[in-house]
């Protein structure tokens, strides 16, 4: 049964060491989290199966890693200085701030009496700072709002260096910036978050199957990553939600707590990000296909992910609490590649005769997987803890595999134990995992 309500997954980060309030002991700094050692493997697990889903297991997608800091003229171009605005109202009683589209029939968010809005005006979620030693006129330079930019300004470089055409995509994961009027959620929706964006060019008639196509595609990799169907469904934008750049985008969504949120959108950005681009720096950003001997502007398919909102989802579905012995447990059934740790090597006794075997043990399974060792309170409690933070297998060390070189391999989700020689223990983890 996966959790109803956030605070189970709030409590639960927070207690085991996935999210922290951001500088905590200064009160906190709203609507940001700085991830502890859970989380930060999480995150990375999450971002290495989409780079592994995305590029690794395909010939036809690269990945970059970009700038943050653009400068003016790539956000001119992008029509994000013109166009990435979200309506804000005033409250001219309570002196607070809102976004208007998610104002219900203009009731105050949070039931204040009396409250009086002003009309909407656009708001721009863009943070600007300034490079170099002096503020000034031409010294304005902006965090980046999505990590696509980066894919579209160096289309060209891309395209000259790595011998690839069209249908092609170019793939990036990385920090992007944006200031949200109304974050919250905990990690759904906050001002720094990371994304993992895919820019897809293919000639232009084939944008249509195209973007079918990753629909399918990217609705399983959250379903073979562990996310139940029944908790995912696509929903297509009417016009008036679509972004500036969209010619169409489907969203894949997912069951949170509060309702169905977004967690990706899949969008048909057609040829408007290079042909701005081109017209912009005045440099030729198109494809000649010596085939047919044709130029053309390739059309854009951008399935465009957020790394801490598939983080929520993933610890979300993967919550679930049953009777153990009688006993209540908490139990996060993650998939193995999102788990922070696959394995948990965890001496029956600390005492010293048992340490060396473990810890040969930890050292040659930590070459492949990411492992936790754990030698203290008795070993009910340290298996509760590790159910509690995903961990798919423990390994218990006792005295009798001093003896007969066997080790007792427990599974989360079972809790079934049974005795696996240690001469075959890498290969019945591989087995286990798929990996
Ligand atoms: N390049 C297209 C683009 O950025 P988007 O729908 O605005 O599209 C893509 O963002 C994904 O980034 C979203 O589906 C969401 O998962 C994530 N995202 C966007 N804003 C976010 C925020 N303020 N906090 C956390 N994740 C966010």
């Keep these: 049964m996966p959790a109803k ?34 989380g930060a493997l999480m995150l990375r697990n999450v971002k290495d199966a989409w780079v592994r889903a995305v590029v690794q297991m395909r010939s036809d997608v690269v990945l ?8 003016p003229q790539t956000f001119e171009a992008s029509g994000h200085l013109a166009n990435f605005s979200d309506p804000l109202v005033d409250c001219t009683v309570c002196k607070r701030r809102f976004r208007a589209d998610q104002l219900e029939q203009r009731d105050c968010p949070e039931k204040m ?32 709002p999505e990590t696509a930019q980066g894919m579209f300004v160096n289309f060209a470089n891309v395209l000259a260096t790595s011998r690839k055409k069209p249908p092609f995509g170019i793939a990036q994961v990385g920090k992007s910036f944006r200031n949200e009027i109304t974050p919250g959620n905990f990690i759904f929706r906050t001002r720094e978050f990371e994304q993992m964006e895919l820019e897809f060019f293919v000639p232009p008639a084939e944008g249509p199957q195209w973007y079918d196509y990753w629909k399918r595609e990217r609705l399983e990799w959250y379903v073979s990553h562990g ?63 010596q085939a047919t001997n044709e130029r053309y502007v390739p059309y854009v398919v951008e399935p465009a992910a957020g ?38 090597v965890l001496p029956l006794s600390k005492k010293d005769t048992l340490t ?16 936790d060792y754990d030698e203290t309170q008795a070993i009910g409690r340290r298996y509760r803890r590790q159910d509690e933070i995903g961990t798919p297998v423990c390994i218990t060390i006792d005295f009798d595999s001093l003896t007969d070189h066997a080790v007792t391999v427990r599974d989360r989700d079972t809790t079934v134990q049974e005795r696996v020689p240690l001469a075959s223990l890498e290969a019945h983890l591989a087995a286990r995992f798929g990996f």
Excluded at 12 to 38: H, M, N, Q, T, V
Excluded at 64 to 71: E, G, S, V
Excluded at 115 to 144: D, S, W
Excluded at 356 to 371: D, G
């Design 356 to 371: 060396p075997l473990a810890e040969e043990v930890y050292s040659s399974l930590a070459k492949r997987y990411m492992c």
């Design 307 to 344: 790394v801490n909102r598939t983080m929520a989802a993933f610890l979300l579905a993967a919550y679930d609490e049953d009777i153990v012995n009688d006993e209540p447990r908490t139990v996060l059934r993650l998939h193995p590649r999102i788990a922070p740790y696959q394995v948990a």
């Design 5 to 38: 309500d956030l605070e189970q997954i709030v409590n639960l980060a927070k207690r085991r060491g996935f999210a922290f309030p951001s500088a905590e002991i200064y009160g906190g700094f709203r609507s940001s989290y700085d991830y502890g050692p859970l």
């Design 64 to 71: 970059i890693d970009a700038a943050i800091l653009n400068p």
């Design 113 to 144: 009496k009396g409250c009086q809005f002003t009309e909407a005006r656009a708001f721009n979620l863009m943070f600007k700072t300034h490079a170099g030693p002096i503020e000034g006129a031409g010294t304005e330079v902006y965090l980046r």
């Design 227 to 289: 996310i139940p169907r029944e908790m995912l469904r696509l929903r297509e934008h009417a016009a008036d939600e679509l972004s500036h750049y969209s010619a169409g985008t489907c969203d894949i969504e997912f069951l949170f707590p509060w309702g169905w949120g977004e967690l990706e959108g899949i969008a048909q950005r057609t040829d408007y990000d290079l042909t701005q681009h081109a017209k912009h720096s005045g440099q030729r950003l198109d494809y000649f296909d």
